[in-house]
Structure formats: structure tokens, C-alpha cells
């Protein structure tokens, strides 16, 4: 993502333009709420500024304002939270209060709600027994489909969630049922639960309120025995009916999968058991994963664990690992020390002895199998919730099954697997982990599979994936280091820390390398294992590593001093990074090499040179670019080396390094693998100026008329970047006059054309602005065949604008000299020049010849088909006749039918010529060839009715109309016989193949 220059701190952009957010974090720490008194005087004006659209919209404004700067704080408030409450209840509680204020209050209660979160702000709202019928009875007065006033039936649903928390019966509180007009009225548990029901199916948020009231309500005592089988039945009941093909369908769904949720979670299991098999089924028939719904996959991964975790006991499983030691202190002096026994975390080696068998039920595995797959889902949040859950099933399962678990978990590692797989395959060891439920003998399966993961990287398209699984894996390292002993993970050190040196220091993504920087750490003071892990935190701290330039060329460079990370740093380099789908990283690796150089010089000539080599001239673009980068900066590194020890740099490399760095450039000269056109363009201009300031007699006019000749073809070229780049260094070319260049064709003229008051101006990425004046040059002799070959690609090329424009702009100047005959033969041989000059060349030849369909169909050579056998015909039907033969190009062959059909406008003996050549067509192998044919020669004789004799022409056109074209090639030739005796064109003849005589002796 590109930033300015400089950002707002005046610190400089990185390299490259690829600036990264939030390099450094600007955290805004407070130590109190110190707006509590405007606060205060906000919540008491209400009454008097509720009636005012204007005062009240300030004031929500202010108060928004104020309680959002206490997101990333908002046990701040804590303290505060109960004299606002009952400030804002004072008002609503107040019978002389009108709506409108009512849920102005309500509005501000759902602000400090949405900072602090629900749960804290629940326990305090009033929960006296007479407090349940006054809320009731304010759902009377709301209406579910007005959505400006959401909050308050929001924060009345979450009020209503603790009053029905009250010790005593329902039933008790109902009274006498009889109303006075003698009807009977609802009880309250029933009003409860049909307030709770309205509203788990409305379109607002309030449908996540009716959730948590469910969940508590339903799990009461005396409503658990009267309502809780009724409320499943109807629940499930909807949850069947619904679908999430509809925005209808999908919010039932959202409110029905939250409230199991929450029901599942808070309710007591030998409450919720006998259902639990019921839901299990019915959420399989729903086919949540197939849904486009992330929240409704995630719920239903939610609800999966929920269930789980109600078929399992609630217990804690005693084989799990139990880390003993907790201090800093004695972690820091590991490496000092023998470690006192107690101190080593255990595991116990006989669970089995202590622990009760029972039976496992089936459900449970179907539980874990659709969490497996949810770790793989597509959205980050389904991926997360799945492995929580995976965490809390595993640590309820006996030791045996539990390792099956883990066995499942790393098959999600497979290099077969997307990116989903390995992200949420990180995030369920990180949870095993922490809960000590990955066994120390599984860490060795583990390691592996985590430091592969460090640097995952997978392109796709001009971009990549992969970020959020190098973060999961620091995450990873970083659970371990809580949660292991220092000697389990010993064998493991040296992988471990080098791998997150790495990623602090060389990950493209701040995040990942501010999170591989935050694993060393936790792992310096937990472990106390890693090599030189104090000193090097100093340097890569978290703010350090946000700046990527300074990682690459600094930071790196100090690690590297320490013997245990040097090699492994210059390998990731070599292997990972200088084939960066990234130009930015593969040239910052090249950098750092160069910088790594100095510490290990004979490691990079004797190991790493002779690894770059091979890949300097390979196929893949950005590897080669990459090492050819590589060679150079190790080389100029090993120079400055030598330079420094009056030593020859030859000194460092054997003949082997020497001959192969010589023959990089010959091998790609001679594979024709340079693609740096734009490179190419600014080293001409600059090689240019510098002579021409410097060194201007060897500038003479040949030079100095091949030099713009190329870049003015350039500049008609199709793709934008590389014309706009061609125009402005031609433009530079012509302007300079420090001094002026000399010996620049047509001066004039182009100064004419291109006036130096729109030098600036003129956008050479647009088609429209660019064509119109580039094709002016092709009326400069000197010029002409190099912008003609430069429009070639551009007016028979794939992009709309370009053909457009640039295809009109060369018919505007080919009516402009239609009537010169001689600017016409000039302009025609330097076209047949360009043909003749590229014959079999497809990059030219085939836009060549969707030119010349346009140009005869736009009648450019109009002059010219008057005269009879003129030899500019003749010659382009022989060149076309030599580009086609014996092609199996559909494109090409198609391009050329187009043309000799635009060439039957010629008079004489060419309309038979023409006329053969696509008689032959019609019998072409390929049937698709012999459809266009006839397709196109049916409609050249409608434009051209002077080609053929009116007495025979309904007859031809009823044969090549009729005739299936697609059928076998005898029966065809038949037909185009046919058609070559009505029209007296002579019959192509069958050249047989002679096969040689074998002679017995």
C-alpha cells in the first residue's frame, strides 16, 4: 500500500513504494476516565435537549466521541459504570419522561454497552423482583420494525436477560391470573419466553440480546421442567424450516443458532443431554458449510462444540501436561543451571489408573470431524471458533483418542492443503498447546510442520497468500513457550529460534514480523534457551521491526554477527527470497546478502554462488531476476572485501564461480531472456545525456538516428506503461539542451508535433492522446518504418482502446494522403518492408495481418485497386501466402482469410489469384478454417457483386451457404470443385506423397 513520501511523523517511506501501516504504533495511553464531569453534564442535559434534532445530534456526537477513546481501555470505566446506569435509568424509569427521551437514554446506554461489552454492563442493572413488570411492560409500548430505535429494545432485552434471574417461581408472581374484565392473563413465564421468541427472528441486533435472555432464562429451574422441551422443539422446528438461499431465512437462522448457543453453553449438561443428540442431527440436515453465510457457518461451528462438550463430562483430563516452574527469574538462569527436579514439567505417565472409564459417545466423533473441517473454512473467524473448540473437546477425551485428534490435526499440513488448512491448523496446536494437551512426545511431529509454516508463502495471481499462517505459527511458539518445561523444547531450540529470527527480520508483512518478534520474546524469558535471546531482542524489538528496509539492511546484519543465526539467515535468503513474487523483497534480499557478505565470505563464494548460478539463467522471471541481483551484490561485496585487504577479488572465487558469473549475460542473450524493456529505455537515455555532456563526439548521427528511431517505436508500442515510458524519455531526448543533443532527425518536425508546452502534459497512457500524435511521424522518411512497426502491435493487438485509437489515428493519416501517389508507394513499400522483415515472426506478424484486414476494409489502398496487377498486391498476396504455409495457427490462418477476402478488391489477374487461395482454405485439415472460409467469402461477395457473374452468383452463394463445411474432406472437395469450375478459377491439385521403393536384394 503506497504512502506519501514521508508520513505524517516525517519518517522516510520505505524502498520501493510498498510503505507498510503502522510502522510505528502511536498508543494513546490513559490512566483514567478523566471526562467522567462531561459526562456527567452530558447524560443531564437530555431532558432538555431531546426535543432539539440539532443539540441532540451534537451531544450523541460529543458522547460517542468521548466513550470511544475508551475502546482499547474500557476497564477505565469501570468505576464509572454504575452511577451512569442509574443516571440513564432515572430518566427512564420516570413515567413523565416522553418516548423520545426514553430512547435517547436507552441510545446512551447502548454506547457504554458497546465499549465495555455486554457482560460487564449486565450485572448491574437493577434486578429487584419489582423490577421484572416494569420492563415487561415497556415491551408493550415498542415496535419491532422501527430501526431507529434499536438500542433501546436492545438494552431493554439485555435488562430483562437479569431480572428473570430472580430466586422465586414465576408462578408465584402471577397472582391472580383473571384480569378485571374477567379474561384470563399471560403469565409471565409465557410473556418472557414470547417476548424471547418475537425477537430471536427480527433484523437487528436485538436478535443477539433475545439470545443471551434465552440462554438464561430457559436454564431456570422452574422453566427448564415447563418450557425447555416446548422452546427446543419450536427452535429446531424453525431452524428446519428455514433456508440461508434467503436474507429472510438467514436472520431466522442467525437468531435460532445463537440462542442454542448460548443455551448449550450456560445450561447445565444433564439438562441439556437429552436434547443434545436431537440438535446434532438437526444441525447436520441444515448443511451449514455450504452456506456463503460466514456468521451462520460460525455458529453452527459454535453450536458443534457446544454439543460436544455436553456428550463429553465435564472433567479435566489428568494425562494432560502440567508445566511445574512459572518463574522469570529461574527461566533466565536455565542455561547457567541444572534445573531442580520439581521444577521440570511432568506428565502423568499412568492416567489410565487414575482415570474413570466410560464410554465415549458416537456423536462425539461427528462433532470433532465437523470442527476439523471447519478449521479449513474460508473465513478467519469460523476457522478460530473451530479450533477453541477443538482445544476444549480434546482436554475432556482420554489420552488415547485424544492423540488420535492431534494425528488428524497435522494431516491439515499437507502441501495439497489451501492456506485455510495451515491457518486454521496453527491456531488448533496453539490452543492444544497452551492447554497442555499436545504431549511433549508430539512435539517432535510438531516442529517440523511449525517452522514450515513460519514461512509459508503461496502466489496467487500478482499477489500472495499466506500472511495470517506465518502469524498463526508465531502464535504457535508462542503458546509452547508458556507451556513447556525448557527441556522438552531443548532439542528443539536452535530450529525454533532461528526460524523466528527469520520472520521478525525478513517477513514481507509487519504484522508477522512484529508477532515472530513477540514469540522470541516470550520464549527468552520463558525458555531462557535461546541463543544470545536478550541482545538480540534489544535489536528486534517490536517497534524495531517495523520499519522493513531497517530489517533487511540493519537489523539483520547484527543477528548475523552471532554464529547460530548466520548460515540459516543466508540459506532463507537464497532460498526464499530472492524468488520473491515481490520485486521490493527480492531486491531487499539482494541487499542484505550483500551486507551478510563480509561475516561469511567463504560460505558465499564456496556454497552460495555456486547455488545463484544455476538460477541466474533459469526459466522462472522472478528467480532469475532475483539471482542475477544476488550475483551482483555478493560479487561487488566480495570486491569492497578484497579492496580492504589489498587482496584481488579473484582471491575469492575459483575458475568454476569466475566462468559462470561470465557466461550469465551471454546465456541470456543468447535464450533472448532479457524482458527489461523500460530498464533498457532509461539506460539509453541516461548513457545518452552523459555523453552527450561529457563525451559528445561519439554521439554521431547514425547513433543518434538508431537511438530515436528505437524509442519512437517504442512509443507506438500497446502496452501503456512501456509507451508512456518510451514517450517521456523521447520527449527528454528532444528537449534537453544542457547541451542539445545533436544529429535528432527531423527536429523540426517533431518540435512541430510535439510542442514543448505539452510535453509535460500529454498523458502517453491514454490511447486517445498518445496515437493521434505518434502516428504524425510516419510522414518522417527517417521515422516511418519504425512507427509503422510499432503501430503494427498496437492496431492488430487484444485491448479495445488501443485498437481503437491507435487503428483511427492511422487511418486518418492514410486518407490524408490518398491522393499523394508518392507518399502511398512510400508508405506501401516501408509496410511490405516491415511484413518481409518479420515473416514467421508471430509477435508481428499476426497483428500485421488484423492491420491489413482493417486497413483494406477502410479502403486505404483505394488508389491502388483501380490499377490492374498492381505490385504492391502482388507482393503482399505472396508474402501473406508465405506467412500461412504449413501453419497450424487457428488465429493466424483466420487473420489471413480476412485479408484475401479484403484483397479481392484488386483488379485483374489477382481477384484469381485471390480466389485460389481461398479455394484452397475451403479444403483446409482443420475443419473450424473451412467454416470461416466459406462464412467469409459468402460475405465478400455481397460487399464485392463484381467479383462473379450475376447469371452464376445465387448459385455459388446457395453452395457455400449449404454445404457442410464440417463434413469429411472428399465430400467437401467436391463441393469446392464445384464451386472453382462455376467461377473459372483453376482447381487446386492433390500433391501425393511418393513413398520410397524398397528393393529386396
Given amino acids: 500500500m503506497a504512502l506519501s513520501e514521508m508520513n505524517g511523523d516525517g519518517s522516510e517511506q520505505e524502498e520501493g513504494g510498498c510503505q507498510e501501516p503502522d510502522v510505528i504504533a502511536r498508543g ?70 416522553p418516548s423520545p427521551l426514553k430512547h435517547l437514554a436507552f441510545k446512551f446506554l447502548y454506547i457504554i454497552t458497546k465499549v465495555r461489552g455486554y457482560k460487564i454492563f449486565l450485572r448491574l442493572f437493577p434486578h429487584e423482583v419489582a423490577d421484572l413488570q416494569p420492563v415487561l411492560d415497556m415491551f408493550a409500548d415498542q415496535n419491532p420494525k422501527d430501526y431507529e430505535t434499536w438500542e433501546t429494545r436492545y438494552m431493554l432485552l439485555l435488562w430483562l436477560s437479569m431480572t428473570c434471574l430472580i430466586p422465586f417461581d414465576l408462578a408465584r408472581l402471577d397472582g391472580n391470573i383473571l384480569s378485571e374484565e374477567g379474561h384470563t392473563r399471560m403469565p409471565i413465564m409465557d410473556r418472557i419466553l414470547k417476548v424471547a421468541k418475537s425477537y430471536l427472528v427480527v433484523s437487528d441486533k436485538a436478535r443477539d440480546a433475545a439470545a443471551v435472555l434465552v440462554s438464561r432464562f430457559i ?98 483430563a489428568k494425562w494432560r501436561y502440567q508445566r511445574g516452574c512459572r518463574s522469570l527469574a529461574a527461566n533466565l538462569q536455565f542455561s547457567a543451571q541444572v534445573p531442580v527436579a520439581q521444577n521440570i514439567g511432568i506428565a502423568a505417565v499412568d492416567a489410565a489408573d487414575d482415570e474413570e472409564e466410560y464410554d465415549i459417545p458416537g456423536e462425539v466423533e ?41 494425528g488428524s490435526l497435522l494431516d491439515c499440513f499437507s502441501f495439497q492443503e489451501t492456506d485455510n488448512s495451515w491457518h486454521g491448523g496453527c491456531l488448533a496446536l496453539a490452543e492444544l498447546g497452551r492447554r497442555g494437551l499436545l504431549l511433549p512426545s508430539r512435539i517432535a511431529d510438531v516442529v517440523p510442520v511449525i517452522l514450515k509454516a513460519l514461512t509459508y508463502d503461496e502466489k496467487r495471481g500478482a499477489c500472495s497468500v499466506g500472511s495470517n499462517v506465518r502469524d498463526a505459527a508465531c502464535y504457535v511458539c508462542w503458546a509452547f513457550a508458556r507451556a513447556y518445561d525448557p527441556l522438552e523444547v531443548k532439542p528443539f531450540v536452535n530450529q525454533i529460534s532461528s526460524a523466528l529470527v527469520i520472520a521478525a527480520v525478513f517477513d514481507r508483512d509487519i504484522n508477522c514480523r512484529r508477532a515472530a518478534s513477540a514469540a522470541f520474546q516470550e520464549n527468552v524469558g520463558r525458555q531462557g534457551t535461546f541463543p544470545h535471546g536478550i541482545d538480540i531482542l534489544t535489536a528486534a524489538d517490536y517497534f524495531a521491526v517495523g520499519n522493513r528496509v531497517n530489517c533487511f539492511l540493519n537489523i539483520s546484519v547484527y543477528i548475523a554477527s552471532f554464529p547460530e543465526y548466520t548460515q540459516s539467515m543466508i540459506d532463507h535468503l537464497v532460498n526464499m527470497k530472492i524468488n520473491h513474487w515481490d520485486g521490493v523483497i527480492r531486491e531487499l534480499s539482494t541487499k542484505a546478502l550483500h551486507n551478510l557478505t563480509p561475516q561469511v565470505p567463504e560460505y558465499m563464494t564456496n556454497v552460495v554462488l555456486p547455488r545463484l548460478l544455476p538460477l541466474a539463467v533459469g526459466t522462472d522471471l522472478h528467480t532469475r531476476h532475483g539471482a542475477i541481483l544476488a550475483c551482483a551484490e555478493i560479487t561487488h561485496a566480495l570486491y569492497k572485501l578484497a579492496a580492504e585487504n589489498n587482496r584481488s577479488v579473484t582471491n575469492y572465487f575459483n575458475e568454476k564461480s569466475l566462468e559462470g558469473l561470465k557466461q550469465i549475460h551471454w546465456e541470456l542473450c543468447s535464450r533472448q531472456l532479457y524482458r527489461v524493456r523500460e530498464a533498457a529505455m532509461t539506460s539509453l537515455m541516461e548513457v545518452t545525456l552523459f555523453l552527450v555532456q561529457n563525451e559528445p563526439e561519439l554521439l554521431d548521427a547514425n547513433i543518434c538516428k538508431q537511438l530515436m528511431c528505437c524509442v519512437a517505436q517504442q512509443s507506438a508500442e500497446k502496452i501503456d506503461r512501456f509507451r508512456a515510458h518510451a514517450g517521456s524519455v523521447f520527449l527528454t531526448l528532444l528537449y534537453f539542451d544542457n547541451p542539445p543533443i545533436s544529429y535528432i532527425p527531423h527536429r523540426e518536425e517533431l518540435e512541430r508535433i510535439f510542442p514543448r508546452s505539452e510535453a509535460v502534459t500529454l498523458n502517453w497512457n491514454a490511447p486517445s492522446q498518445a496515437f493521434p500524435r505518434i502516428t504524425q511521424l510516419l510522414g518522417l522518411t527517417t521515422y516511418q518504418y519504425y512507427v509503422l512497426l510499432g503501430l503494427t502491435v498496437s492496431v492488430g493487438g487484444l485491448t479495445e482502446t488501443t485498437v481503437r485509437y491507435s487503428a483511427q489515428s492511422l487511418f486518418d493519416y492514410m486518407k490524408k494522403i490518398q491522393n499523394d501517389l508518392g507518399a502511398m508507394n512510400n508508405f506501401c513499400e516501408t509496410l511490405l518492408q516491415v511484413f518481409e522483415d518479420n515473416l514467421l515472426n508471430d509477435r508481428v506478424s499476426v497483428p500485421l495481418l488484423k492491420m491489413l484486414d482493417q486497413m483494406l476494409a477502410n479502403g486505404c489502398f483505394d488508389i491502388f485497386t483501380t490499377e490492374e496487377n498492381h505490385p504492391f498486391s502482388l507482393k503482399l498476396l505472396t508474402l501473406c501466402k508465405e506467412e500461412i504455409k504449413k501453419s497450424k495457427d487457428i488465429q493466424k490462418l483466420r487473420s489471413s482469410i480476412a485479408v484475401f477476402c479484403g484483397m479481392i478488391q484488386f483488379q485483374g489477374d489477382m481477384r484469381k489469384k485471390v480466389l485460389f487461395q481461398l479455394f484452397l482454405l475451403l479444403c483446409h485439415p482443420f475443419p473450424v478454417i473451412r467454416k470461416t472460409t466459406a462464412s467469409q467469402v459468402y460475405e465478400m461477395l455481397i460487399t464485392y457483386s463484381d467479383t462473379v457473374d450475376p447469371d452464376i452468383l445465387d448459385e455459388v452463394m446457395t453452395v457455400l451457404s449449404d454445404t457442410n463445411w464440417d463434413a469429411e474432406l472428399p465430400l467437401v472437395r467436391e463441393k469446392r470443385n464445384y464451386l472453382c469450375d462455376l467461377m473459372k478459377v483453376p482447381k487446386p491439385q492433390l500433391v501425393s506423397k511418393i513413398l520410397p521403393i524398397m528393393h529386396l536384394l
Fill in 28 to 97: 494513546n495511553i490513559l490512566e483514567s476516565f478523566a471526562e467522567s464531569q462531561e459526562i456527567r453534564g452530558l447524560i443531564n442535559s437530555l431532558k432538555g435537549i431531546y426535543g432539539d434534532l440539532g443539540t441532540r445530534e451534537v451531544t450523541i456526537e460529543k458522547f460517542i466521541v468521548i466513550m470511544d477513546k475508551y475502546q482499547e481501555q474500557p476497564h477505565l470505566l469501570d468505576s464509572h459504570l454504575e452511577w451512569m446506569m442509574h443516571l440513564l435509568l432515572d430518566v427512564v424509569r420516570d413515567n413523565k419522561s
Fill in 366 to 406: 461427528n462433532v470433532i470431524e465437523q470442527l476439523l473441517i471447519g478449521l479449513k473454512d474460508k473465513d478467519t473467524i469460523v476457522r478460530w471458533s473451530a479450533a477453541k473448540g477443538i482445544g476444549r473437546i480434546t482436554g475432556r477425551l482420554p489420552k488415547e483418542l485424544a492423540d488420535d485428534v492431534v
Fill in 219 to 316: 436454564t431456570r429451574p422452574d422453566v427448564k421442567q415447563k418450557r425447555m422441551a416446548d422452546f427446543l422443539d419450536w427452535a429446531l422446528s424453525t431452524l428446519s424450516k428455514s433456508s440461508f438461499q434467503t436474507m429472510e431465512g438467514t436472520i431466522v437462522m442467525d437468531g435460532m443458532l445463537q440462542a442454542l448457543a448460548q443455551l448449550f453453553k450456560h445450561g447445565k449438561r444433564d439438562d441439556c443431554l437429552p436434547y443434545a443428540s436431537t440438535v446434532l442431527e438437526c444441525l447436520d440436515n441444515c448443511k451449514l458449510s455450504e452456506s456463503n453465510q460466514t456468521l451462520l457457518r460460525k455458529l453452527g461451528v459454535k453450536l458443534v462444540q457446544r454439543l460436544g462438550l455436553t456428550f463429553l463430562k465435564p472433567k479435566v
